[in-house]
């Protein structure tokens, strides 16, 4: 697992090297940072299955919320292309105690031992679209982005500690629409989102939010988005609602 995440850093950096070196002739390069508090309504577990127990990362133990933070790199391709590489990284916590037997992987956790929980979700993106429509109060650009996903779940007592690790691909359609209010303000809906046509998992990352502009190179930006979705295969069934209240400021490199 460590070398796998190495290779998909080592990836990534490399997209973010050669870019900007002239891959692309007439390209503009934009940052993007988005930070905010973030929180789970239900994170429901089941590993494996169907020996294992089916709980709930939300309900039977209390989950910490806390702060995130994304990092987006956006490139201009002319008027009608872009493409973007995203580094969401993410983990939560929660604790409490096992109100009846638990068993998780190859390891079962008494009633009544008190438990530590993680919830590892780190997304790696490239995107590419295209505009659609180009009005002057409306933006509206369509495409794909590959996905990789960097998962992992533990359970840990006082005595013994399990986890479980993934490592996939997932592709993913993507839809961005901005409505300008004014030169200054506006409108933005994002959404990376697909499911699979047999229901053995979704994935969902929607937001809504405003934005205002600073100056020609820079705006902020404030709003509400959710990442929802999730696997029921043969041996993993997880799914999960994450809450997301950000802010976020983009400036043109």
Same mark, same amino acid.
């Given at each position: 697992?460590?070398?796998?995440?190495?290779? $998909? $850093?080592?990836? @990534? $950096?490399?997209? %973010?090297?050669?870019?900007?070196?002239?891959? @692309? /002739?007439?390209?503009k390069?934009?940052?993007? *940072?988005?930070?905010g508090?973030?929180?789970?309504?239900?994170?429901?577990?089941?590993?494996?299955?169907? #020996?294992?127990?089916? @709980?709930? !990362?939300?309900?039977d =133990? &209390?989950?910490?919320?806390?702060?995130?933070?994304?990092?987006?790199?956006?490139y201009?391709?002319?008027?009608?292309?872009?493409? /973007? +590489? !995203?580094?969401?990284?993410?983990?939560?916590?929660? #604790?409490?105690?096992? #109100?009846?037997? !638990?068993?998780?992987?190859?390891?079962? @956790?008494?009633?009544?031992?008190?438990?530590?929980?993680?919830?590892?979700?780190?997304?790696?993106?490239?995107?590419?679209?295209y505009?659609?429509?180009?009005?002057?109060?409306?933006?509206?650009?369509?495409?794909?982005?590959?996905?990789?996903?960097d998962?992992?779940?533990?359970?840990?007592?006082?005595?013994?500690r399990?986890?479980? #690790?993934?490592?996939?691909?997932?592709?993913?359609?993507?839809?961005?629409?901005?409505?300008?209010?004014? &030169?200054?303000?506006?409108l933005?809906?994002?959404a &990376?989102? =697909?499911?699979?046509?047999?229901?053995?998992g979704?994935?969902?990352? +929607?937001? =809504?939010?405003?934005?205002?502009?600073?100056?020609?190179?820079?705006?902020?930006?404030?709003?509400?988005?959710f990442?929802?979705g999730?696997? &029921? +295969?043969?041996? +993993?069934y997880?799914?999960?609602f994450?809450?997301?209240? %950000?802010?976020g400021?983009? *400036?043109?490199l």
């Amino acid at each position: 697992m460590r070398l796998q995440r190495i290779h $998909i $850093i080592t990836i @990534f $950096i490399s997209v %973010f090297i050669i870019l900007p070196s002239g891959l @692309f /002739s007439g390209t503009k390069l934009n940052l993007n *940072i988005e930070t905010g508090p973030v929180f789970s309504s239900y994170n429901s577990v089941q590993v494996p299955q169907p #020996e294992g127990t089916r @709980f709930s !990362l939300t309900d039977d =133990l &209390d989950v910490k919320g806390k702060l995130y933070y994304r990092l987006r790199l956006t490139y201009d391709i002319g008027k009608l292309h872009q493409i /973007s +590489v !995203l580094y969401a990284p993410l983990t939560l916590k929660a #604790e409490g105690i096992a #109100e009846a037997d !638990l068993r998780f992987q190859d390891s079962i @956790f008494s009633s009544g031992e008190k438990l530590s929980g993680s919830y590892t979700f780190n997304s790696y993106r490239l995107t590419y679209r295209y505009k659609l429509v180009r009005k002057p109060k409306l933006d509206l650009w369509i495409g794909f982005t590959a996905k990789i996903r960097d998962a992992e779940i533990s359970i840990e007592s006082e005595t013994k500690r399990d986890n479980t #690790e993934n490592v996939g691909f997932v592709p993913l359609l993507n839809l961005i629409i901005h409505w300008k209010w004014s &030169d200054k303000t506006g409108l933005i809906f994002e959404a &990376d989102a =697909l499911a699979s046509p047999g229901g053995e998992g979704r994935a969902e990352d +929607v937001a =809504l939010g405003i934005y205002v502009r600073l100056s020609p190179k820079s705006r902020i930006k404030a709003g509400y988005r959710f990442v929802e979705g999730g696997a &029921d +295969v043969e041996s +993993v069934y997880n799914f999960a609602f994450l809450h997301y209240f %950000f802010i976020g400021y983009q *400036i043109g490199l």
